[in-house]
């Protein structure tokens, strides 16, 4: 049983709808309406030692991917972030620890003037959760199920960087200094899109962001979209690092595609409106690159250069997956 067999069997129908629910679970993050004309936005996320991070992450990172993980589910709705709860379990009370943690969370924090407003601190084995509030304006907000058949998928940036940096923090991969500071920067620190997911409001008909890794991901927009999609493999956009320093193609595509931790956005556009994503790419100097379409049926099928069928290693990172 994975987590999203879990979510559904288990949590999905627990409680009744409810009218100010505009949009519960299933999503990158619910949508509450607040009072007329307002919406917050919520989502939550948890990192533990050992199986989000590692145990010697420097604790600035770890403070900082806790909140940029929740940043890029904002991101992925369109919404503007505006505070955050922090909920902090660790073994014991350390405080060199607690001082490198706080200046990576006030650091994010600053970045995208998101205020702390509560938390909780317990004493167990070291976890990190945060719960982040938004807003977006009603009916503005980009959802997974959006997608249109004949749309375009752009994912946003390079993909495959942040798989890069773990295989050499956790498997000792050998790489030169400036590569490896950049990969290992790109895993412990993503950067969330924020305003690239609230300059697609009015452009892309769905969007989510990449946890998971992207064959994953873009099935999840395929789901609540009910289509289809078709992918260019050679058109991804793979990280010119990967490509040097992954032990071979395979390797490097099976980063991009399942790997995971990117934090990019997929997003889908009718194909129309090229001209105008390619213009938002330049105004932000963010890569949005196309890499496929949206197709009948319900099958993600992704195609080399020579129009074959690529098998997918694995799809994606799933929880409980194992068992
Ligand atoms: P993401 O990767 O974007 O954070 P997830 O894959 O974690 O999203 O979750 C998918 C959906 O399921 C989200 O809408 C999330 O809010 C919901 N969800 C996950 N776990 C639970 C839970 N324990 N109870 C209720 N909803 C959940
Ligand atoms: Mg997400």
Known sequence: ????????????????????????????????????GKQTVLTVDTLHVNRHFLPDCPPSSVAHKALAVNLSDCAAMGA???????????PKADERWL?????????????????????????????????????????????????????????????GLPSLGLAILRDHRYCPEA???????AYREPQPQIILGQSLLKLANACIDISDGFASDLTHILTASQCGARVMVDQL???????????DA?????????????????????????????????KLNIPLTRVGQITPG?????????????DLARKGWEHFADE
């Open 250 to 282: 395979q390797q490097a595509l099976d980063w991009c595609l399942s790997g995971g931790d990117d934090y990019q956005l997929i997003f889908t556009v009718a194909p129309g409106q090229r001209k105008l994503v390619a213009e938002l790419a330049e």
């Open 80 to 90: 503007k972030p505006v505070g955050f709860l922090l909920s902090l379990s660790m």
């Open 1 to 36: 049983m994975n987590e999203f067999q879990i979510i559904s069997d288990y949590f999905l129908n627990l409680t009744p709808a409810h009218d100010q629910l505009i949009l519960g679970i299933g999503d990158d993050a619910a949508i509450w309406k607040s009072g007329r």
């Open 179 to 185: 590569a490896h500071d950049e990969a290992v920067q």
């Open 99 to 159: 001082v490198d943690f706080c200046k990576g969370l006030q650091a994010l924090a600053n970045q995208y003037e998101v205020v702390l407003m509560g938390g909780d601190t317990t004493q167990g084995p070291l976890s990190v959760s945060i719960t982040l509030m938004g807003e977006i304006k009603p009916n503005h907000e980009l959802r997974r199920s959006g997608a249109k058949v004949g749309d375009d998928i752009y994912v946003s940036g390079t993909l």
């Open 298 to 310: 319900c099958e993600l099928i992704c195609q080399d250069a020579a129009g074959e069928t690529v």
């Open 237 to 247: 956009p793979i990280s010119p690092l990967v490509k040097e320093y992954a032990a």
